[in-house]
């Protein structure tokens, strides 16, 4: 069964940094691109960004390019988001998807964790 | 970036009914379009992807079609569960892009 569990978020200052992580299992995880997908409170979502199985390919929404940074872990089966330079309108529940080989859809999601970005 | 535009905002139907669901895209994605389901509190699940085809274990009574600019999602006769919110995401170019959502009400 595959399972994603995110963790890290939390609350943070405008302008601060903090690391999300997923941890997979159920699936052979470098044969699968991720991606994270956020969704703030009572709005709809919000692809943020995606990585290749490889790790080679990397791809981000305009409003975290510079800012945000994914990474995987194949050795520990994880995915990470580290956000920096965080704004307000960050925040929101980041949910951690797996993507269907070959096809960039979410056919696996975690339950998400909440990231705060306030003073 | 392609912009989906998903109608109605709000569908107000009755267990049994049918539901169709519309997803505007403002330029061609092909059928690289996918269909996702939200109940509150929880995490999306995949209904369809690439416009017609449903993911693993979703119902018969879930479908999909168009392709180009226009899809819809149907709903063949409502069961009590289908009632959430339903956005639908485009693959055919980077940025990967949602819709707004569609909140499917009893």
């Given amino acids: 069964e595959v399972q994603l569990v995110e963790s890290g978020g939390g609350l943070v200052q405008p302008g601060g940094s903090l690391r999300i992580s997923c941890a997979a299992s159920g699936f052979t995880f470098s044969s699968h691109g991720m ?3 956020r969704q703030a409170p009572g709005k709809g979502l919000e692809w ?3 990585i290749s199985g490889s790790g080679d390919s990397t791809y981000y929404a305009d409003s975290v390019k510079g800012r945000f940074t994914i ?3 194949i050795s ?3 995915l990470y988001l580290q956000m920096n330079s965080l704004r ?3 925040t929101a529940v980041y949910f951690c998807a797996k993507v269907m080989v070959g096809v960039w859809y979410f056919d696996n ?3 998400g964790t909440l990231v705060t970005v306030s003073s | 970036e392609i912009v989906l535009t998903q109608s109605p905002a709000t569908l107000s139907l009755s267990p049994g009914e049918r539901a169709t669901l519309s997803c505007r895209a403002s330029q061609s994605v092909g059928r690289y379009l996918a269909w996702y389901q939200q109940k509150p509190g929880q995490a999306p699940r995949l209904l369809i992807y690439d416009a017609s085809n449903r993911a693993t274990d979703i119902p018969a009574r879930f479908s999909g079609s168009g392709s180009g600019t226009d899809f819809t999602l149907t709903i063949s006769s409502l069961e ?5 919110v339903y956005y639908c995401q485009q693959r055919s170019n980077w940025p990967i892009t949602f819709g707004q959502g569609t ?3 009893i």
């Fill in chain 1, 71 to 73: 990474s995987r872990d």
């Fill in chain 1, 88 to 90: 307000a309108e960050d």
């Fill in chain 1, 76 to 78: 520990k089966n994880t």
């Fill in chain 2, 80 to 84: 009590p569960e289908d009632f959430a």
């Fill in chain 1, 48 to 50: 943020v960004s995606a």
């Fill in chain 2, 103 to 105: 909140r499917l009400e």
């Fill in chain 1, 35 to 37: 991606g994270w997908v």
């Fill in chain 1, 109 to 111: 999601w975690g339950q």
